[in-house]
């Protein structure tokens, strides 16, 4: 039932207390789960007291019980062990605190821890965080490495010397954290996100030297697994224990099964990458060489043909075709030559023999009047006209005395 207060009215603390205290009073008895993060058992008392933490906020509660109660749970109540309690609520008002008084305290076993375990990394794996896709490469050389791990530790220790050992220019920076009890969860958020927040950190590595199922279960604390799953930097699980996986081995980058593993797997050998760079470097000689050889074999093939070995053959072949081909063009063109002065003589004969001056040559003579016309007949001269007559060597000026006709011309013309 709502109190009915103003800003003219307010209730008295003592009031709100003794309300609280009632409400609390009328939940009645609850069932609990949480982990054990202390235990105080005062000495002549009958009462325990301890105090429970939630396992993904954080958030705790006293709870008392007998001691009667307590002693005869078998196995004991330890810190950092998981539990069910069935208790009443108790809200004192004078201090304004909450307790729960436990009737009933139930350990939680490791089948159904494991099956709870089991529950939540399906919850987990259906929202994606276990995601292959999700998952970011290891940077091949980090600059500097995050590590997350109990200070003083065999984990630290191997971590650090066989990383330094492969690399021995890599840097850390060592971020401690309780690796077990009921702070180690909370720490280990904290340690991760502070080296998230390093923009010199590369990778981040979360090492511990393995342990049992109970010493492991900060690591599959949900609050955890959000928080890495959260985080920019790849993250690197070392817990180091193979037969119950930690969830964190789930949402981690890259799982490690041991922190010699880890620092095996975020820093490359030294002396493995110098084997790598000989034997590429012998593998580019050896290519070259190879490469050298077969032009130097095409070279020593050319060099050794004839034309090659004496270019003076090539030209003497050359010369040697040229001076047939003179001769044959000599050849050639003083038969033609000939021919041709053959068919100029031919021509020559008959173009004289054709000649009106060979026919003068023979004696014969033309008659020209003194017009130039040449004289056909005698028809054509009168007595006592100038004639020309064209001999074969000059020309004669007479004048005719008489003309006279041939019979025998006549006689043949008819």
């Known amino acids: 039932m709502a109190m009915e207060t103003s800003l003219e009215s307010p209730a008295p603390v003592r009031q709100v207390a003794n309300a609280i205290a009632g409400w609390v009073d009328r939940l009645g008895a609850v069932w609990v789960e949480g982990q054990v993060a202390q235990v105080n058992r005062r000495p002549g008392m009958s009462t325990v007291f301890m105090t429970l933490r939630d396992a993904v906020a954080d958030i705790?509660?006293?709870?008392?019980?007998?001691?009667?109660?307590?002693?005869?749970?078998?196995?004991?109540?330890?810190?950092?062990?998981?539990?069910?309690?069935?208790?009443?609520?108790?809200?004192?008002?004078?201090?304004?605190?909450?307790?729960l008084y436990a009737r009933d305290i139930r350990m939680v076993g490791l089948g159904e821890l494991l099956a709870r375990l089991e529950r939540r990394r399906q919850l987990l794996a259906a929202e994606g965080l276990f995601a292959r896709e999700l998952k970011r490469p290891l940077p091949f050389l980090p600059g500097t490495v995050?590590?997350?791990?109990?200070?003083?530790?065999?984990?630290?220790?191997?971590?650090?010397?066989?990383?330094?050992?492969?690399?021995?220019?890599?840097?850390?920076?060592?971020?401690?954290?309780?690796?077990?009890?009921?702070?180690?969860?909370?720490?280990?958020?904290?340690?991760?996100?502070?080296?998230?927040r390093n923009p010199a950190v590369d990778v981040i590595v979360v090492a511990r030297g393995g342990g049992s199922v109970e010493d492991l279960l900060p690591f599959s604390d949900?609050?955890?697994?959000?928080?890495?799953?959260?985080?920019r930097t790849p993250v690197v699980s070392a817990i180091g224990h193979e037969p119950d996986q930690p969830l964190l081995d789930l949402v981690a980058d890259v799982r490690?099964?041991?922190?010699?593993?880890?620092?095996?797997?975020?820093?490359?050998?030294?002396?493995?990458?110098?084997?790598?760079?000989?034997?590429?470097?012998?593998?580019?000689?050896?290519?070259?060489?190879?490469?050298?050889?077969?032009?130097?074999?095409?070279?020593?093939?050319?060099?050794?043909?004839?034309?090659?070995a004496d270019p003076r053959t090539l030209l003497d072949a050359r010369l040697d075709e040229v001076a047939q081909l003179r001769d044959r063009a000599r050849r050639t063109l003083g038969h033609a030559l000939d021919r041709a002065a053959d068919d100029i003589g031919h021509h020559r004969a008959r173009a004289r023999a054709l000649s009106p001056l060979a026919t003068l040559q023979r004696g014969y003579a033309v008659l020209q009047d003194a017009d130039g016309h040449v004289?056909?007949?005698?028809a054509g001269v009168a007595a006592e006209q100038q004639i020309s007559v064209?001999?074969?060597?000059?020309?004669?000026?007479?004048?005719?005395?008489?003309?006279?006709t041939l019979e025998e011309t006549h006689a043949e013309e008819g």
Not at 70 to 75: A, I, T
Not at 375 to 378: A, L, P, W
């Open 256 to 308: 490690a099964s041991t922190p010699t593993d880890a620092a095996k797997l975020v820093v490359p050998d030294v002396a493995e990458e110098q084997r790598g760079v000989t034997h590429a470097r012998d593998r580019v000689r050896g290519a070259v060489r190879a490469w050298l050889a077969r032009e130097q074999a095409g070279l020593d093939a050319l060099r050794s043909r004839p034309a090659l």
């Open 390 to 404: 064209r001999v074969a060597d000059g020309r004669i000026h007479a004048t005719t005395t008489t003309t006279e």
């Open 222 to 231: 949900e609050a955890l697994i959000r928080a890495v799953a959260a985080v």
């Open 375 to 378: 004289v056909t007949s005698v």
């Open 60 to 99: 705790s509660v006293t709870v008392t019980c007998s001691r009667t109660l307590f002693d005869g749970l078998n196995p004991p109540v330890v810190e950092g062990a998981s539990i069910v309690v069935h208790a009443k609520p108790s809200y004192y008002a004078n201090r304004g605190t909450l307790s």
């Open 146 to 196: 995050g590590l997350v791990t109990a200070p003083n530790s065999a984990a630290e220790r191997d971590v650090l010397e066989n990383a330094r050992r492969r690399w021995p220019a890599v840097t850390f920076e060592v971020a401690y954290a309780a690796m077990q009890g009921q702070r180690s969860a909370a720490e280990v958020i904290e340690a991760v996100e502070r080296l998230d």
